[in-house]
């Protein structure tokens, strides 16, 4: 590793807060991607289970 | 050939496919990602002049690249729905529209961080940096577009159009730092000729512009996997997809 | 293929077409604007215009640049090799801010041909090299120069 302990990987010479903002947001951004299509699918396939129940029942 | 063209014309056949790709195109964007971020925040050496905010290229890099490939993966199905009238082509287009968003954002954001300590602002208009907002822009009008039309086979029209409008702005973004003056630095990464970045900081970088297409394409799946069962949602086999997962 | 789809591909190839046609007018008509700044070589032939809030871009020269002891106030010429621009500034200057480094400044030209500095950013390169590497290409080309 280039650093030699967490801290200065944290901190990256005063350069932390910028660097580390970026990591979060990407994250954050790119996980929202992926949340919300796969709970699309999940409510679709909760309201047609419900769908497909009602018919039954008539 | 056409058989193939058929086929992917299919949102049944698509959709089981797709699933079978899904878990493995997953893992591996999830390998690339993760060891392209630690191998460029961690153990990639600093720049001699930017010192370690120079690591922020391992985000704002890919996600530049990644979101103009997405506007052309989403002009180029945006044409097919246009000339074949494809469904598929048309939800594609369609599911590219909030991830380009997102990743465009991504960009923007990265590089208005970037620019505080290196440049000294966080924003400027030059050519480059306001031809990617047009592009987010561009993002933003083809998801309120689709959703302004009731007839979606109009609002899928009206969005095939303009998405194929805005191509115009990738040449533009891609060489705004050659064309005019401006603050923006030229291209790092080079077609023709070798990279100005030294190896050890080119091998990260190129990990991380893979993760972020392989993320695309697993973002771009589970956007129209979800589509298309709501569009077949009175088919059969997506019934028997429901019944199914009661159990 | 298919006549129909045929005449779709036209209607398609003409969209990208006119607008492409569209989007060139514009930016041509608008070059001068979509330029962030003037270079040394565009403001020594007169072609900016004096005493409006306008950008200039270069080199600082090396051994231009002139600290004042007494307050933040810095004296460098910008170049781009053709021409020289002397420009004072009052401020604090990004970290990247040095002698051979690339910079954009905004301010006014006042009619004794001083820039006058409101801002000024750093303007970096593409190149990209860790600490040791480029400390090593520089002795070698020290050594090499006569």
Known sequence: MFFNNFSELMAMDGHGAYVWAVVLISLLVLSSQIIIPLGRSRRFFVQQRMRLRRESNQ | ?247 | MHPVRKQRLMVVLFILFGAAVAVALITFALRDNINLFYSPLEIAEGKAPVGTQIRAGGMVLEGSIKRDPNSLRVDFIVTDYAAQVPVSYTGILPDLFAEGQGVVAAGKLNSSGLFEATEVLAKHDENYMPPEVQSAVDAAAETLSP
């Open chain 2, 1 to 247: 050939m056409w058989q193939f063209f058929h086929k992917l014309g299919s949102p049944r056949w698509f959709y089981e496919i797709s699933g079978r790709w899904l878990p493995w195109l997953a893992l591996l964007t999830a390998a690339l990602l993760l060891t392209g971020a630690v191998w460029g925040l961690a153990y990639a050496p600093p720049d001699f002049k930017q010192g370690n905010s120079f690591r922020i290229i391992y985000f704002h890099v890919p996600a530049s690249a990644v979101s103009m490939a997405c506007y052309m993966v989403m002009a180029m199905a945006g044409a097919v729905s246009l000339i074949w009238r494809m469904k598929l082509a048309e939800v594609v287009m369609k599911c590219c529209a909030p991830i380009g968003a997102s990743i465009t954002f991504i960009a923007l954001v990265s590089g208005a961080i970037w620019g505080k300590p290196t440049w000294g602002t966080w924003w400027v208009w030059d050519a480059r940096i306001t031809s990617v907002l047009v592009l987010f822009f561009l993002y933003l009008g083809v998801l309120a577009l689709y959703e302004a039309f009731d007839n979606k086979e109009a609002a899928g029209k009206a969005c095939a159009v303009l998405s194929l409008v805005g191509c115009v702005n990738i040449p533009i973004i891609y060489w705004s730092v050659e064309w005019w003056y401006s603050l923006h630095q030229p291209a790092t990464i080079k077609f023709t000729e070798q990279s100005s970045m030294h190896p050890d900081m080119l091998q990260p970088l190129l990990v991380m512009i893979a993760g972020f297409y392989c993320f695309f394409a697993v973002a771009l799946l589970l956007y129209t996997r979800s589509e298309i069962l709501f569009r077949e949602r009175n088919t059969k086999w997506v019934r028997a997809l429901v019944e199914k997962s009661v159990g």
